[in-house]
Each structure stands twice: as C-alpha cells, then as structure tokens.
Nanobody, 123 residues
Framework: QLQASGGGLVQTGTSTNLSCAATGRNLNTYIMGWFCQVPGNEREFAAAISWQYGNTLYADSVKGRFTISRDNAKNTVHLQMDSLKPEDTAVYYC??????????????????WGQGTQVTVSS
C-alpha cells in the first residue's frame, strides 16, 4: 500500500512537500510517480522518477518548480513543490509502475495508488 501525506492549505509563491510511504511492498524496483486531479477532470501526470538511476520526468506545468526524489532505503518518495500557484490546487496521488526503463505518463501504466492528499494554494 501507498500512503501519501503532506500538502494542505498554502499561499501562492510558497512551498510544500508531499511524501509517499510504501508498506507491505518493496518499491525499490518500481517507477514512482505523482499525479494530480481536480474535480471534474481526469487525473494528470505531474512527475515521476525511475528506480535504478533516479531519472526524472516532469509535466511542463510543474517543470522547474517541483522536484521529485526517492529514498529507496526508506521506501519513500517525495515531491517538493515550490513557487506554488493557485492552479496547482488539486488532490495529489502517488503511484507505482513496473513499467521498466521508460517512465510512463499515462495513469493506466501505474499499478499501485495512494489515497491522495489535498493541496490548496490560496491567491
């Protein structure tokens, strides 16, 4: 299982950090990703990190502002969110994919999902 935490209510231009901890399963060989979803919209890819070399991939909307990292020893993945904007407001989900080498951006390629954590950016 994946357990996401962090987020909450933050102001525009500030930062927050999301964490995702895995229990009952070693995710060291999985690609780990974060997706975001607002009501009425589909869940969208935000960022992901490979398991072997730590390669990262970001959506254009968050590139340069968000940083994904992982701690394989602790079986956790983090999303550092800087320079937050009101349009970043969403529920953020962590997910795990056994896709292999190429980092997928489609949510269908991710097998395991966390419960989601709300990030609200006030203007």
């Amino acid at each position: 299982q994946l357990q996401a935490s962090g987020g909450g209510l933050v102001q525009t231009g500030t930062s927050t950090n999301l964490s995702c901890a895995a229990t009952g399963r070693n995710l060291n060989t999985y690609i780990m990703g974060w997706f975001c979803q607002v009501p009425g919209n589909e869940r969208e890819f935000a960022a992901a990190i490979s398991w072997q070399y730590g390669n990262t991939l970001y959506a254009d909307s968050v590139k340069g502002r968000f940083t994904i990292s992982r701690d394989n020893a602790k079986n956790t993945v983090h999303l550092q969110m800087d320079s937050l904007k009101p349009e970043d407001t969403a529920v953020y989900y962590c997910a795990a994919s056994s896709s292999g080498v190429v980092i997928p951006t489609l949510r269908e390629r991710y097998r395991y999902w966390g419960q989601g954590t709300q990030v609200t950016v006030s203007s």
